[in-house]
């Protein structure tokens, strides 16, 4: 599977955006799909999951509330809804596959074996 990612720009603080993440080469059954930013000069963190199903959904605490993953029901596109933004959510944001491996945990960005190309948010305060 290949991922795209798209949806990135500018926006205000406070604002909000809708990342996308296309698969091709197959859908996403049997895959669990994150999004993952990466801020300058800092590593990948993990910050939303969703399975295959959209049955199980993982949120890291910092973005409960103001952030919102989903799947459409075609299995071939993973969305991220990111409200009340903030200069700190400034990153390049990449989406990842993942539950091939034995050792996969859904919030452990190292067990995810496929990873898109990012999209940058820049939040300006």
């Known amino acids: 599977v290949q991922l795209q990612a798209s949806g990135g720009g500018l926006v205000q603080a406070g604002g909000s955006l809708r990342l996308s993440c296309e698969a091709s080469?197959?859908?996403?059954?049997?895959?669990?799909m994150a999004w993952s930013p990466q801020a300058p000069g800092k590593e990948r963190e993990f910050v939303a999951a969703?399975?295959?199903?959209?049955?199980?959904?993982f949120y890291a605490e910092s973005v409960k509330g103001r952030f919102t993953i989903s799947i459409n029901n075609a299995k071939t596109t993973v969305d991220l809804q990111m409200n009340s933004l903030t200069a700190e959510d400034t990153a390049v944001y990449y989406c990842?596959?993942?539950?091939?491996?034995?050792?996969?945990?859904?919030?452990?960005?190292?067990?995810?074996?496929?990873w898109g190309q990012g999209t940058l948010v820049t939040v300006s305060s």
């Open positions: 990842a596959a993942g539950g091939t491996l034995p050792s996969f945990r859904p919030t452990i960005l190292g067990t995810y074996d496929v």
């Open positions: 080469g197959r859908t996403f059954s049997t895959y669990t």
């Open positions: 969703i399975n295959w199903s959209g049955h199980r959904i």
